[in-house]
């Protein structure tokens, strides 16, 4: 077994393992864990695997020189990446918590990270898209758009709250 950087197993382990946890008992305190964990994953700049078309990889096998490292320190364009739709035809934004879980998507297609509040800050802007589902292939945990954004104003209230937060001023008495 490959190990895994703790930056990956932050990605990776904890927000399936609170998943798996609501998956069997899905309860409010579950549902509440996996949101914290998003939201502790997110203010950290956590990142997820996002597979691009293959149009994206043939363009590189011409000129892999011409593409920077990081040209991918954001969310690439919507008609590069993926979108899952359900049985009423709705489409979905994909988050996978590993290459794993992405199966043959990441087999045959080239992988990026990227960090997760890009991906959902995409979502939030194409009208197109219902939500976000977590590694739609297996756990199959759904977030509708106004979760998303809901969960996109807590990390900037907790964001807000932790950079004006210094430290604690204490009054001594004399």
């Known amino acids: 077994m490959e190990r895994k950087t703790v930056d990956e197993k932050l990605n990776t382990v904890y927000i399936k393992e609170v998943i798996g946890a609501f998956t069997e008992c899905p309860d409010d305190d579950n549902a509440l864990m996996i949101f914290a964990h998003l939201l502790f994953r997110i203010s950290k700049n956590g990142k997820a695997p996002v597979a691009l078309k293959n149009e ?3 363009a590189w096998d ?9 040209v991918f320190e954001s969310m690439p364009e919507p008609d590069t990446t993926f979108v899952v739709c359900n049985d009423e035809g709705e489409q979905w934004m994909p988050l996978f918590t590993s290459r794993e879980e992405m199966g043959e998507l990441a087999e045959s297609n080239e ?3 990227v960090p997760i509040r890009e991906i959902l800050e995409r979502l939030c802007d194409d009208p197109a898209l219902a939500g976000l589902v977590i ?11 106004d979760g998303v954004k809901y969960l996109l104003e807590e990390v900037d209230a907790f964001e807000a709250m932790t950079e004006d937060d210094e430290g604690i001023d204490i009054d001594e008495e004399e």
């Open 135 to 145: 590694n739609p292939e297996t756990d199959k945990f759904a977030i509708d758009r």
């Open 111 to 113: 992988v990026v990270e």
């Open 62 to 70: 011409f000129d892999p020189d011409a593409v920077p490292e990081d």
């Open 56 to 58: 994206m990889r043939i």
